[in-house]
């Protein structure tokens, strides 16, 4: 199995910066595929972005093309998500998750994000 915990959630102004970061322990996080997924209140939760292990292949919602930006340090078993030009829609529990073949087993607790206006 493997442990989430993410970390670097806060309240930040519109147009501002903050990074998510994903430690893991349990297993080594090379093994895995990694995504960062959001929910809103009242909202579905939606995948943000995900990297392959090797870092080689990435993905990004388009509500966050552009802004945001995935990487993993598999030495210190961390993933991170880097944010800029945040606006109060990506207000949400921002969670860290390990896929294991096509499903995200392992989850994070999660971690809020307030943008403000």
């Known amino acids: 199995q493997v442990q989430l915990v993410e970390s670097g959630g806060g309240l930040v102004q519109a147009g501002g910066s903050l990074r998510l970061s994903c430690a893991a322990s349990?297993?080594?996080?090379?093994?895995?595929?990694m995504g960062w997924f959001r929910q809103a209140p009242g909202k579905e939760r939606e995948f943000v972005s995900g990297i392959s292990w090797n870092s080689m292949t990435t993905y990004y919602a388009d509500s966050v093309n552009g802004r945001f930006t995935i990487s993993r340090d598999n030495a210190k078993n961390t993933v991170y998500l880097q944010m800029n030009s945040l606006k109060p829609e990506d207000t949400a529990v921002y969670y860290c998750a390990a896929r294991l073949g096509l499903k995200f087993a392992y989850w994070g607790q999660g971690t809020q994000l307030t943008v403000s206006s």
């Open positions: 349990g297993r080594p996080l090379s093994n895995y595929y």
